[in-house]
């Protein structure tokens, strides 16, 4: 069994910064990929961003220059620095991993998502 545990994320202000983690967990011989999604009300969900295992990074156009995603391989963990969040950035983000269990044998894992909210 993989299991992602999130945490992180909440409410701040217009201009203000969070930080999201998303650590995986159980039978995992390698991640592929991991990355971030975020759904807002009414929405669907969408890339925010995403590091594979060498380490390329891919990023929405919105959130360019302004958020940033990292990764602890040791620790399988993911992170997403969100600075001069803006109201627009509200959405709940759910982390994504995709692993193999065994070699060749390929998982598609979800979070169960936090909420981040921006005031203006």
């Known amino acids: 069994q993989v299991q992602l545990v999130e945490s992180g994320g909440g409410s701040v202000q217009a201009g203000g910064s969070l930080r999201l983690s998303c650590a995986a967990s159980?039978?995992?011989?390698?991640?592929?990929?991991m990355g971030w999604y975020r759904q807002a009300p009414g929405r669907q969900r969408e890339l925010v961003a995403r590091?594979?295992?060498?380490?390329?990074?891919d990023y929405a156009d919105s959130v360019k220059g302004r958020f940033t995603i990292s990764r602890d391989n040791a620790r399988k963990t993911v992170f997403l620095q969100m600075n001069s969040l803006k109201p627009e950035d509200t959405a709940d983000y759910y982390c994504?991993?995709?692993?193999?269990?065994?070699?060749?044998?390929?998982?598609?894992?979800w979070g169960q998502g936090r909420q981040v909210i921006v005031s203006s």
């Open positions: 994504k991993a995709i692993v193999q269990v065994t070699p060749g044998a390929i998982q598609i894992h």
């Open positions: 159980g039978s995992i011989f390698s991640i592929n990929d």
């Open positions: 590091i594979i295992s060498g380490g390329n990074t």
